[in-house]
T-cell receptor
């Protein structure tokens, strides 16, 4: 998990509330990613960013928003429009090599609904 | 993001035995990667095999790739209790990474 810090480790959301998950990296990586993982399942891409001030929707972007104001930071907001937010959220970063791109992951944030 | 299928979904073996996990993917790739996830933690990269390679070794890990069948396998030899984790394959093609659903490996001491 070195180099990528996610916080908090656990987060609880109330009905109608927006919550923001933090992701910071000190690896000087250009690209950053947010994934959602449901129990016993693989990773689904929410959003990704390849450069500051630019980001793209992944496969399940509805109900989520992101920003990339700094290279080191890529926060994810889970909005009230996301009706089933309970999941494990993983942030990753990479050098963005066209041929060989390895992703480095944070330790994750577990989000639950109160 | 899920493209591949992993087989089996769960595998339970005794310490010292070998563990083999299989992965299939759907599109052409630049490379295929394997990651490990301990319970409640992030993924850690294990090994990468390029599309023009057929086999690669790293310590107790051996990965094979068959691009004609769009499949890969991960072999962990002489398994240890500490190898207990979920293992995911990820197919990579031009900045697009797709993860499989994973194999849950349990190694009993």
């Amino acid at each position: 998990d070195g180099g990528i810090t996610q916080s908090p480790k656990y987060l609880f959301r109330k009905e109608g509330q927006n919550v923001t998950l933090s992701c910071e990296q000190n690896l000087n990586h250009d690209a950053m990613y947010w994934y959602r993982q449901d129990p016993g399942q693989g990773l689904r891409l929410i959003y990704y960013s390849q450069i500051v001030n630019d980001f793209q929707k992944g496969d399940i972007a509805e109900g989520y928003s992101v920003s990339r104001e700094k290279k080191e930071s890529f926060p994810l907001t889970v909005t009230s429009a996301q009706k089933n937010p309970t999941a494990f959220y993983l942030c990753a970063s990479s050098m963005l090599s066209a041929q060989e791109d390895i992703q480095y992951f944070g330790a994750g944030t577990r989000l639950s609904v109160l | 993001s899920q493209q591949g299928e992993e087989d089996p979904q769960a595998l339970s073996i005794q310490e010292g035995e070998n563990a083999t996990m299989n992965c299939s993917y759907k599109t052409s790739i630049n490379n295929l990667q394997w990651y490990r996830q301990n319970s409640g933690r992030g993924l850690v990269h294990l090994i990468l095999i390029r599309s023009n390679e057929r086999e690669k070794h790293s310590g107790r890990l051996r990965v094979t790739l068959d691009t004609s069948k769009k499949s890969s396998s991960l072999l962990i030899t002489a398994s240890r209790a500490a190898d207990t984790a979920s293992y995911f394959c990820a197919s990579y093609n031009n900045n697009d990474m797709r993860f499989g659903a994973g194999t849950r490996l349990t190694v009993k001491p």
